[in-house]
């Protein structure tokens, strides 16, 4: 394989310095979607803890490299995970947080970035004005940019699920990962592309948020005027060149699926696996329901990355009469 920005070593050398309440997080198959779906399902589950969500591994290195030697207050841009666990790691750590958000992001996710002690300043608009005026406050108080992705600290933590997959799952034949910055798709796919290199690295992103697919199948850079999805957390609209160098070498594929595949993924995965979700977590259920063919009679593992949801958004969505469906 081409070499990316990731390094095998660092990567088992970051689950060292990661809080173990984040690691070796469940993985199972699940029958129960194998006669919907068509083919056996394994769900790695990265919801089951303080954050309910994969981001902390990536922050929890960031964390312990600031806390060691580095500035002791920093910024960043989220959606609303990435803030959540960047606030739980540096609290523990006595470091000075603050995330930028847009004001139309998930009121759940934004009250617990308040809850864990950072300070949230809300934006007029989406999430790239997130990102431009976090890089501002950044510049002119003089503190640390934590940049999802770009750090690849955040990319070489979530890798660390991928050597979770390769050291415990039996065979498999794909992994679905949710495509938003690239942080996840390019951490775990670089593992698997290192160590398991016949299995299939897919990443899914909705339909109303195309940058980084479009950019993957282009290979270069594509943005996009604006993202309309439920799928809050891979709303990105500017792929970050380096992440996208990064992805053109592990992702096998880039699909788009539509919102109506997502809710029904939702609804799936409550009915079928017990997990209420958000819709980012859906994607691989989702591509799965586009194009059962593809994955008919194979072994796929979804990596279920969070679980950060509006109460009400997700009633409407999923619906209260799913969770007892005969």
């Known amino acids: 394989m081409q070499q990316t920005r990731l390094d095998i070593a660092r990567i088992r050398a970051a689950r060292r310095v990661i809080d173990p309440i984040f690691l070796d997080t469940p993985l199972y198959p699940c029958e129960a979607l194998e006669p919907d779906l068509g083919c056996t399902v394994s769900i790695k589950l990265e919801t089951a ?56 992001a998930t009121v759940a996710k934004l009250d617990r970035i308040r809850a864990l002690g950072a300070r949230l300043e809300l934006v007029d608009g989406d999430h790239e004005m997130a990102r431009e005026r976090a890089a501002a406050i950044a510049q002119y108080d003089g503190i ?19 050597l979770e997959l390769v050291d415990t799952a039996p065979s498999f034949d794909a992994v679905l990962i949710a495509l938003g910055g690239g942080a996840l798709a390019t951490g775990v796919g670089h593992v698997v592309k290192a160590m398991a290199p016949g299995a299939e690295v897919i990443c899914i992103q909705p339909l109303g948020a195309p940058a ?17 999805t439920i799928a809050d957390g891979v709303a990105g609209r500017c792929p970050i060149p380096a992440v996208l160098d990064d992805l053109l070498l592990v992702a096998d594929d880039a699909v ?12 799936m995965l409550l ?56």
């Not at 640390?144 to 991928?162: F, K, M, N, Q």
Request: hydrophobic share 45%; net charge neutral.
């Open 144 to 162: 640390r940019l934590v940049e999802d992705s770009l750090d690849i600290e955040t990319c070489e933590g979530a890798a660390t699920i991928g």
């Open 256 to 267: 788009l699926v539509r919102e109506a595949s997502i809710i029904v993924g939702m609804r």
């Open 49 to 104: 803890n303080p954050v309910r969500s994969f981001k902390a591994r990536g922050t929890e290195v960031v964390m312990s490299l600031l806390a060691d030697n580095g500035p002791r207050a920093l910024v960043c841009a989220s959606a609303g995970n990435l803030g959540q666990a960047l606030a739980w790691s540096g609290r523990g750590r006595g470091l000075d947080v603050t995330v930028v958000a847009s004001r139309f």
């Open 271 to 326: 009915d079928h696996a017990g997990l209420v979700v958000e819709p980012s977590a859906a994607l691989g259920i989702a591509a799965i329901l586009e194009d059962r063919d593809r994955f008919a009679g194979r072994h796929v593992v979804t990596i279920v990355c969070g679980s950060n949801v509006d109460v009400d958004a997700y009633h409407r969505w999923v619906g209260a009469a799913s969770v007892h469906r005969s």
């Open 212 to 228: 980084m697919t479009h950019s993957w199948r282009r290979r270069r850079v594509v943005t996009t005027d604006s993202a309309d």
